[in-house]
């Protein structure tokens, strides 16, 4: 669904489409990972095994997947 074009493009998608479709501020990480594969997806799975389940897409994903980006 969504094609890599730079973390900060990637969120910023992301964000568009929820807004647009509605999604419920619990269903975005879900949703989210979803698109993921790949080495997104590797990175997803060990920040959700480090954080577990207390992640929220705005609170903790979209700050460390951008921080973690601009390295």
């Known amino acids: 669904m969504f094609k890599y074009e730079g973390v900060h493009k990637w969120l910023y998608k992301c ?12 269903d975005k990480l879900k949703f989210a990972s979803y698109c993921l594969d790949r080495m997104a997806l590797y990175w997803h799975q060990n920040f959700m095994s480090r954080k577990g389940q207390l992640v929220t897409w705005n609170e903790l994903y979209v700050v460390n997947l951008g921080a973690e980006a601009s390295i």
Do not use: G, V
């Open 15 to 26: 964000n568009q489409y929820f807004d647009l479709k509605e999604i419920a501020e619990t």
